[in-house]
């Protein structure tokens, strides 16, 4: 029934480990994105995807790397975590502007 | 300076007051969104706005293009509306630009 869906909803983890973000949504939607949310809660863009496609990469260092398999997924691989990677990580997607919303990953590295 | 500015930073309210949060921006924009961000972490999507005005329910969102202003009210404010108000201006290159944030606090 979940539109946008993000797996884990949290991830705690040590400096130097790598690790995965899931997205999925159900909307049929061709664009989907990855939003970062700082410790004062502002969110920033990170990447774009249409319909498969790299379309925004926002000065992200390049331990990031999104990957999507098909239209209905955006996954984001974190290389070697670092302290200031803690954050919330939102999935979304958009058809005709309008964005729908993953409830979020709360990642904390330690 | 960031390119969407979000004013005031916070707000408290006793229910039933009529509250307003404004939004200026400083690029050209395609829409101009208004997202609430609950207490949970969830954010959703209130308006997507090009011109004139909005309404649902007891939320009204105006835009002056010219102005490159926007304001979110809500009328006979509740507990319940209490979250974050974010402005998100969809830029020319389709990505969107979020400003700080306006947390609300309507008090019973």
């Known amino acids: 029934d979940t539109a946008v869906s993000q797996t884990p909803k949290y991830l705690v983890t040590q400096m130097g480990n790598d690790k995965s973000i899931k997205c999925e949504q159900n909307l049929g939607h061709d664009t989907m994105y990855w939003y970062k949310q700082d410790s004062k809660k502002f969110l920033k863009i990170m990447f774009s995807?249409?319909?498969?496609?790299?379309?925004i990469n926002e000065t992200v260092p390049n331990r990031f790397s999104p990957k999507s398999p098909d239209k209905a997924h955006l996954n984001l691989h974190i290389n070697s975590l670092e302290l200031g990677d803690s954050a919330v990580y939102f999935c979304a997607s958009s058809q005709d502007l309008v964005e729908f919303f993953g409830p979020g990953t709360r990642l904390t590295v330690l | 300076k960031n390119e969407v500015e979000q004013s005031p930073q916070n707000l408290t309210a006793q229910e039933g007051e009529f509250i307003t949060i404004n939004c200026s921006y400083s690029?050209?924009?395609?829409?101009l969104h208004w997202l609430q961000q609950h207490p949970g972490g969830g954010i959703v999507s209130l308006f997507m706005?090009?011109?004139g005005k909005k309404k649902h329910g007891r939320l009204i969102a105006t835009i002056n293009i010219q102005e490159k202003h926007s304001s979110l009210h809500i009328t006979a404010s509740h507990p319940r509306d209490s979250a974050v108000y974010i402005c998100a201006v969809r830029h020319n290159t389709d990505k969107l630009i979020f400003g700080t944030g306006t947390r609300l606090q309507v008090f019973p």
């Open positions: 706005l090009s011109s």
């Open positions: 690029v050209g924009i395609s829409a």
């Open positions: 995807y249409n319909n498969k496609e790299l379309i």
